[in-house]
Structure formats: structure tokens, C-alpha cells
């Protein structure tokens, strides 16, 4: 039984070691070589995507349940950009989603994470959120109220859906501001 038991302890071990020497290849190979251009996605932003508001970024991690997946969003929408999305099968379309959320994780702080989300995120006719506050209320993001800027938080749910529907827009602005004070 003691045999038993330690062989299954060195091949749990060994499976952990080879998927870490697997994480850390896939970090040097694939998204380390990506990452000066992460940076200029970063430095080519429009400076209000760049650095939004406080209350954006909590609305923003209000919308995603929690701040750790909002790093999973921008994760997505590196993969989109760098067209990594085209790969055949969900399953591996799953692990790289994984492991480029993981390294983004590990290498983007979170102001880095939040202008990506901001600059990269989808408004309806384009991206950025800027672009979005502009459009929608004739002010940059850092101009807004807060139940404004709610309200732009609120289109990116499901912008073709909430451009055109009044009521589920405000009913998921309201959603957020609710989350902001639970948050806090």
C-alpha cells in the first residue's frame, strides 16, 4: 500500500512539474515574445483608456464579478489580436484562454490590465470605452458622473442589446452601482 501511495505522490509531482516547465515554456516562447507589443496596446491607447477613473475600474470589476476576471477578459482580447483564436477545437481554444490569463496575470499589473480592458473592449462600433463615453454622452470617460459612466460600463454587457433597449440598459446600470457600494 506504501508503494502504492508513494508512486502515486511522484507521478502527481512529476504531472506538476511538467505542466510548470509547459506554463514557463509557453511564457517564453509564445507571450514574452508578445510582449513590447502588449506594451504599445498599452502606450497607443488614448490616454482617457489609459488611465480610467477610479469608479470606471470599479465599475468595470463590478461588471466581472471580480477583479481577477477582468485579467480573464483582457486575456481573451489578446488572443483575439494576436488572431491566437482561430485554433481549431474548444478544448484548445480553453487552455490557451487559461494559460495566456494566467501569464497576463503574472506579468500585467493592474493599471496595465485596466487600460487594456478599456482600450481593447468592444463598444458596438468599435473599441475603447472612450470612444463608447464620447459617443454616447459627448465627454470623455474622466468628464462623466457616475451614473453616467455606470451607463457606459452597463453597454459593454452586451452592447448591440443594451444600445437598444432603454430598460435592461438602466436596469444593469443600476445592477452596478449596487455592486460598487456592496464592493466597498
Not at 10 to 26: C, H, M, Q, R, T
Not at 54 to 59: A, C, G, T
Not at 113 to 123: P, S
Not at 130 to 138: E, G, P, V, W, Y
Request: aromatic share 8%; with cysteine; net charge negative.
Amino acid at each position: 500500500m506504501k508503494t502504492l501511495l508513494k508512486g502515486f505522490t511522484i507521478v502527481v509531482i512529476a504531472g506538476f512539474l511538467l505542466s510548470l516547465a509547459g506554463l514557463l515554456a509557453y511564457d517564453i516562447f509564445v507571450f514574452s515574445p508578445h510582449s513590447d507589443e502588449i506594451h504599445g496596446l498599452i502606450e497607443n491607447a488614448n490616454s482617457e483608456d489609459r488611465d480610467p477613473p477610479k469608479i470606471v475600474e470599479e465599475l468595470i470589476s463590478a461588471s466581472h464579478g471580480k477583479p481577477l476576471m477582468v485579467s480573464s477578459f483582457v486575456a481573451r482580447q489578446l488572443l483575439l489580436h494576436f488572431e491566437f483564436e482561430n485554433s481549431k477545437g474548444t478544448l484548445r481554444r480553453h487552455a490557451r484562454t487559461l494559460i495566456w490569463w494566467s501569464l497576463a496575470y503574472l506579468h500585467l499589473n493592474e493599471s496595465e490590465t485596466f487600460a487594456l480592458y478599456c482600450a481593447l473592449v468592444w463598444n458596438g462600433k468599435d473599441q475603447g470605452l472612450n470612444k463608447l463615453s464620447q459617443r454616447l454622452f459627448d465627454n470623455s470617460i474622466s468628464e462623466l458622473t457616475e451614473m453616467e459612466a455606470a451607463t457606459v460600463v452597463a453597454v459593454l454587457a452586451s452592447p448591440a442589446m443594451m444600445l437598444r433597449d432603454e430598460q435592461r440598459l438602466h436596469q444593469r446600470r443600476d445592477y452596478l452601482l449596487e455592486q460598487i457600494v456592496r464592493m466597498k
